[in-house]
């Protein structure tokens, strides 16, 4: 019996550079392939060699009339389709020719299963942000299916879910932040009585780096506000828990209490020691990081690693502040969704390290300045 995979690609740019070698993509015998492509674009150019292929019966063109967004346009190929397996892909993704048989191979082994997650890799890193993106995990975690064999949620530059399974569960077009692959797919695996999605290690495409490589200050701070946002939301709420402060929110808690600090006779030279404790427990926390992942301690590494690291999470302490929401404060989300209302608190060797510099480096500045 044959297999129908509806290839959805949300593009604003119509890159043929990168479309026609998806639309050309080696079909596997007893596999009926539709491809839909929605332009999120209203004045967008066709290329001439995009228009010929969506003269085919299996291409679909489908040009928004108003820009929609990312989460309404991939909603929109989705609802166009109605094969029995959706393959979500990136617009600017390089795949490998037999991205399709390797997953035509996995619905052959597992039929019924939610739906299979691909591998997108990276080029080798070019200069000290790419090398960053890989020390903070922003790069590897689009390679998670060659290191577990299940999971509830991952990238959707190269995702494929089961139709039937999905129902009528779509992306939620209020999240705008880049954290809606998260929440939607990990809705519909609740949705499934917590069903996971299995590994496709041999469905590879390759993704260039953002920009060409340059800093992405914008791209984490949204991830780190998405992450605010989504964590507000039903399932994804059951696993926040609350965590130890990171570097923005001790500085803010140190601004705050300053003032009160300050009326009951508290010299402000100690918040201001406190301050430059954190911060330098921060660098030198990355810079183990750096050398432990990638034996490096290149200054312009480790400031890149502290700079991203940092941006997302003040994006999460704005979500929280511009949101007047208190409970948000210092709340994290276990993005394993292993279990329900974790632990709060937890420990692990990062926190070790920057707690222990901090102590020490506020006990230096204390009795080197006084």
Do not use: C
């Amino acid at each position: 019996m044959a297999v129908s995979i509806d290839v959805v690609i949300p593009s604003f740019r119509l890159d043929e550079r990168y479309l026609l070698p998806i639309l050309k993509l080696d079909v596997p015998a007893n596999v009926i392939v539709n491809y839909y492509i929605v332009a999120d674009n209203p004045k967008v150019k066709v290329p001439d060699a995009v228009w010929q292929q969506s003269q085919l019966n299996n291409v679909h063109l489908i040009i928004n009339e108003h820009n929609l967004g990312f989460s309404k346009t991939r909603n929109k190929g989705i609802d166009a389709g109605q094969g029995d397996w959706i393959l979500l892909l990136d617009d600017d993704i390089t795949p490998h020719p037999n991205l399709l048989e390797a997953y035509a191979q996995q619905i052959n082994i597992k039929p019924y299963a939610l739906g299979f997650v691909g591998v997108t890799n990276f080029p080798p890193v070019m200069n000290a942000v790419t090398q960053a993106l890989h020390i903070t995990g922003v790069s590897t975690h689009f390679q998670r299916a060659q290191r577990e064999e299940e999971m509830y949620w991952s990238a959707t530059s190269n995702f494929m879910l089961n139709r039937g399974l999905l129902a009528s569960r779509r992306f939620l077009p209020e999240l705008t932040k880049s954290t809606e692959d998260m929440e939607f797919l990990f809705r519909n695996a609740f949705e499934n009585e917590l069903k996971q999605y299995q590994s496709a290690p041999l469905a590879i495409v390759t993704h260039p780096w953002w920009n060409n490589g340059a800093q992405q200050t914008r791209r984490m701070f949204l991830y780190g506000q998405g992450a605010g946002e989504v964590a507000r939301l039903w399932p994804v709420k059951l696993y926040n828990f609350y965590d130890f402060t990171t570097t923005t929110e001790t500085l803010l808690l140190l601004l705050l209490i300053s003032m009160p600090l300050y009326i009951v006779g508290v010299p402000l030279k100690y918040i201001w020691y406190a301050a430059g404790a954190q911060i330098f427990a921060e660098v030198l926390t990355n810079a183990y990081r750096a050398f432990k992942i990638e034996k490096t301690f290149n200054p312009a590494v480790v400031w890149q690693v502290t700079w991203h690291k940092n941006a997302m999470e003040l994006g999460r302490l704005w979500d929280a502040l511009v949101n007047a929401d208190v409970k948000s404060f210092a709340r994290r989300t276990d993005g394993s969704f292993r279990k329900p209302y974790p632990q709060a608190f937890r420990f692990n060797r990062l926190k070790i390290v920057k707690m222990a510099l901090f102590v020490l480096l506020f006990a230096l500045l204390s009795v080197a300045v006084d």
